[in-house]
């Protein structure tokens, strides 16, 4: 079993919506509740909303965290600061 931990980047941009999909257990807060204005209805954005404001993160290059791979398959994920 080989494994590995990679900065996120824009290399790695699809393993990280193939993680944080549905299929994984995942797909609606795409770790971007710390990047909202207010906690105020963040239980009533949709996973669209923040799915969004993730792709403008990238856009933005802000690449906040790391992905786990085993075997080359994306299995985890941890978000820094």
């Known amino acids: 079993m ?3 931990v990679v900065r ?4 790695n941009y699809a393993d990280f919506f193939r993680l944080h999909s549905k299929e994984h ?3 609606w807060c795409y ?7 207010t906690w105020a209805g963040w239980k ?7 799915r969004m404001l993730r ?3 990238c856009e933005l290059r802000e690449y906040d965290g790391y992905l786990l791979y085993v075997d ?10």
């Open 8 to 11: 996120f980047d824009q290399t």
């Open 31 to 37: 770790c971007t509740a710390w990047w909202t204005l």
């Open 2 to 4: 080989n494994k590995r």
């Open 25 to 27: 257990g995942g797909g």
């Open 72 to 81: 080359d398959q994306p299995v985890g994920w941890c978000q820094v600061g």
């Open 44 to 50: 009533e954005r949709t996973a669209e909303q923040n």
């Open 55 to 57: 792709e403008e993160l």
